[in-house]
């Protein structure tokens, strides 16, 4: 066995009951105990030799780190928690950069299908979906009966989610 071990070792075995004791005192959870001392000695472990030498004298400053470290992750959490739970039920969905560039390619083979209509069906389409238009107005307008705009309606959206299927 080299030096280096048995001096991790001996370092283990002298500081590790306090270091335990450290932990349980401030996070009252024995798991988390244990894992933030294994992590300690993993920190000291990665130390050159020379940093290693003098570890006994700041094993509890590495200690104390890594609980600030713990605090800060645990607040960005709860903050992250709180904000989804803020958001929750009020139709707003959180922001997922893979949704969003699913959204914008979506949106993009929509305006694409859109231009692919012929002219009077997208007309129709459009003033019914997005200027919310009757099919009474659209087709006194068009000087077609309401059934006629239903089928344009139909086919504008029956075009438009084929587009959509294709692309998946």
Same mark, same amino acid.
């Given at each position: 066995?080299?030096?280096? @071990? ?8 002298? *500081?590790?009951?306090?270091?335990? &004791? !450290?932990?349980?005192?401030? #996070?009252?959870? *024995? ?9 300690? !000695? ?33 607040? #960005?959490?709860?903050?992250? #928690?709180?904000?989804?739970? &803020? ?12 949704? #969003? /560039?699913?959204?914008?390619? %979506?949106? *993009?083979?929509?305006? /694409? ?9 997208? @007309? ?7 200027? *919310? ?14 059934? %006629?705009? @239903? ?18």
């Amino acid at each position: 066995m080299s030096d280096r @071990q048995e001096a991790l070792m001996d370092m283990h075995r002298d *500081h590790r009951p306090g270091l335990l &004791a !450290f932990f349980l005192r401030r #996070v009252h959870n *024995h798991s988390e105990a244990e894992d933030l001392t294994q992590e300690v !000695f993993a920190r000291i472990a990665a130390m050159d030799d020379r940093e290693m030498r003098r570890a006994d004298a700041y094993i509890f400053q590495v200690a104390a780190n890594l609980l600030r470290d713990r605090g800060r992750r645990m607040a #960005v959490r709860s903050d992250y #928690v709180a904000g989804a739970r &803020a958001t929750e039920g009020t139709g707003i969905d959180p922001i997922d950069p893979h949704r #969003v /560039a699913a959204g914008r390619e %979506a949106i *993009h083979i929509l305006r /694409a299908g859109l231009d692919d209509l012929p002219e009077r069906t997208r @007309q129709i389409f459009l003033l019914f979906r997005y200027e *919310h238009l009757d099919h009474r107005t659209i087709a006194d307008s068009f000087g077609i009966s309401t059934s %006629a705009v @239903q089928k344009h309606i139909y086919r504008a959206m029956a075009y438009l989610v084929d587009r959509l299927g294709e692309a998946e």
